[in-house]
């Protein structure tokens, strides 16, 4: 089962400046993310998270992120098409 994907968030590694982390939020509001900490943590409830996925969650992402990519399905010159909107921050 594939879940689809809402939005994207790219985020520096405080270890290596050089690698970036990418956390994703889906349509059922549930969020991964593909740094060391949310892949090598499991809660004993079974749930995973780390501080990019708790920044998406408390709605502070936008502020430290690289960069942001919605994924918004919509009506665009009168087709359907699937909108793909990039925002980078000049942090």
């Known amino acids: 089962m594939t879940k689809q994907i809402t939005r994207v968030w790219s985020f520096a590694s405080d270890s290596n400046p050089n690698v970036e982390h990418q ?16 892949t ?3 809660a004993a409830d079974g749930t995973r998270s780390c501080k990019h996925s708790r920044a998406v ?7 430290i992120c690289k ?10 010159a009168g087709e359907s098409d699937a909108w793909l909107g990039w925002r980078f921050n000049e942090n």
Request: charged fraction near 15%; glycine fraction near 12%; aromatic fraction near 12%.
């Open 23 to 38: 956390t994703l939020k889906y349509a059922d509001g549930t969020t991964s993310c593909n740094c060391k900490g949310w």
């Open 57 to 63: 969650d408390t709605g502070t992402a936008d502020q």
């Open 67 to 76: 960069a942001t990519h919605s994924y918004l399905i919509g009506i665009f």
């Open 40 to 42: 090598l943590r499991l």
